[in-house]
């Protein structure tokens, strides 16, 4: 209401400082409080103190929030500005990603050139149909081989595909957004976003796949125990194919405990990074 945008896309800029005290369970009441700590009116950007209580004044969770509450307009251009003052990380999963007519050297002390006529490229280029031009995201663990170790069911299961895998250091996988996720209806009926919160559940959905095998606690439960350093870069819309690397960085194997890194991507943008710690029940129950 401060910023006269009743029903305006709103959308988060940073999250810092999560920790999860408590699971929240059916059947619960939880009860939020958000405090706002400073507000550029002028840009319509607020940071706030959040905090989610249960019944009996226990505490679940205690939060510190980065919020863009503004148009989407406004949004866009502060997200853009932003963006672009961040060194460009090409990340090289697919030719998906790139023209076909890009070539990557795995060895980046040689160079190739390749000589052609303009206009038999150009030739070439109508010629062959755009279905064609992009290959598939490859595939080292399909949805089948997913649910056997992740916990997940619909509607909440939100990865697709797993196109790298090392056990126990790091995976890659996908998303595909699509306008018919169950969420879309409602964030934003005019404007269909990816809600910020569901992208960091799915990039925690990849770091349990790295850590549970490890654990022995395939489809076992597993809890996020922190966030820390999350920034939003720029929005993931329907349509999009959200790229999740989830890389370990420091691991107690015997407490089912997991700090790890994470950032996503659409393309070659970097579209959200942060860092988790994740705890496998395996873990606590010993």
Do not use: W
Not at 80 to 101: A, E, F, G, Y
Not at 121 to 133: A, G, H, M, R, Y
Not at 174 to 181: A, E, F, R
């Amino acid at each position: 209401m401060e910023v006269e945008g009743s029903q305006d896309n709103f959308f988060f800029s940073g999250i810092d400082k999560v920790r999860f005290r408590k699971p929240v369970t059916a059947g619960d009441t939880l009860v939020m409080r958000m405090t706002l700590l400073n507000f550029q009116k002028r840009f319509g950007l607020a940071k706030m103190e959040g905090k989610h209580e249960g019944q009996a004044n226990s505490l679940h969770c205690l939060c510190s929030l980065i919020m863009a509450i503004t148009t989407s307009n406004s949004v866009l251009s502060l997200s853009s500005s932003h963006h672009d003052n961040q060194p460009r990380i090409p990340l090289i999963l697919s030719p998906r990603s790139h023209p076909v007519s890009l070539i990557h050297n795995k060895r980046p002390s040689s160079l190739a050139i390749r000589c052609f006529n303009k206009d038999d490229n150009v030739s070439s280029e109508k010629d062959t149909p755009i279905e064609l031009k992009f290959s598939a995201f490859p595939t080292v663990m399909d949805i089948n081989k997913i649910k056997e170790i992740l916990p997940h069911r619909f509607p909440l299961l939100l990865v697709d595909r797993v196109i790298e895998y090392t056990p126990g250091v790091s995976a890659v996988a996908i998303k595909n957004v699509t306008i018919n996720d169950n969420f879309f209806p409602g964030h934003f009926p005019d404007r269909p976003i990816l809600p910020g919160g569901l992208m960091i559940e799915a990039m925690t959905q990849v770091g349990g796949i790295v850590m549970l095998p490890e654990v022995g606690g395939s489809q076992d439960n597993f809890f996020v125990d922190g966030i820390d350093k999350v920034k939003f870069h720029k929005p993931v819309i329907a349509g999009d194919t959200l790229v999740m690397r989830m890389t370990i960085l420091s691991f107690q194997k015997r407490f089912g405990l997991a700090k790890m890194e994470g950032k996503a991507y659409v393309g070659a943008s970097l579209v959200c990074e942060g860092e988790f710690t994740i705890v496998s029940s395996a873990g606590t129950s010993s």
